[in-house]
């Protein structure tokens, strides 16, 4: 549906459109990774890279709403620099980038938290039931504060108690399967202007 009105939609939602659709080719060069070799890090390690620019051009724009072309450079370099810090420093391109996945969930949590303020400051905002940023704002921020929690005790139990990382794992996918629906429930419902 999203994609019928595409060329209705503002720009930052369709930035956002373009997050979801590149999220989801991700999930499946994954699984394609994990059939062929046996591991997904390195899918991941590019994909964080480019899920960090997407979302952080997403908050720029929808904050903005004007061109802001030196902010979104500045957020392109911000995201490889710490992809690629990360990869030579600390996680190799086999193992999962759980750093770069704490320090997204730090970053992420909190622009949706300013995003929030400024979407209530804002005049032109009528009502913020029918506003569709600010529902990706509260999805985004349940999305990225529960990976946070997840990821914070996932490695911990992965080797001290294997039922417990059985339990956490499939509440992360069930709780993320849930905030996937609510967005394109949100997209779904909304009205472009033409």
């Known amino acids: 549906m999203a994609l019928k009105r595409y060329r209705y939609i503002d720009r930052p939602l369709k930035i956002f ?3 979801l659709v590149s999220s989801f080719l991700s999930e499946l060069a994954g699984i394609y990774s994990e059939y062929l070799y046996n591991n997904k890090a390195p899918v ?3 994909f964080s ?8 051009t997403y908050y720029i724009y929808c904050i903005k709403n ?3 072309l030196p902010l979104v450079l500045s957020a392109f370099l911000m995201s490889i620099l710490l992809g690629l810090g990360n990869l030579v420093f600390f996680q190799k391109f ?5 750093n770069m996945l704490m320090i997204e969930c730090v970053i992420i949590i909190g622009m949706s938290l300013f995003s929030l303020f400024k979407i209530v400051q804002k005049e032109d905002v009528i009502s913020i039931v029918t506003y569709p940023h600010f ?5 985004m921020l349940l999305l990225w504060t529960s990976t946070f929690f997840f990821w914070a005790f ?5 080797t001290s108690n294997a039922f417990n990382y059985e339990v ?3 509440g992360q996918v069930i709780v993320n399967l849930i905030i996937y629906c609510y967005i394109g429930f949100v997209f779904l419902r909304h009205k472009p202007v033409s």
């Open 168 to 170: 956490i794992g499939t």
């Open 49 to 56: 890279i480019l899920e960090l620019f997407l979302i952080c």
């Open 154 to 158: 996932l490695n911990y139990f992965k």
């Open 17 to 19: 459109l373009g997050l």
């Open 44 to 46: 991941y390690h590019i």
């Open 66 to 68: 004007n061109s802001q």
């Open 94 to 98: 086999t193992e999962y980038n759980t």
């Open 135 to 139: 529902h990706i704002t509260i999805a």
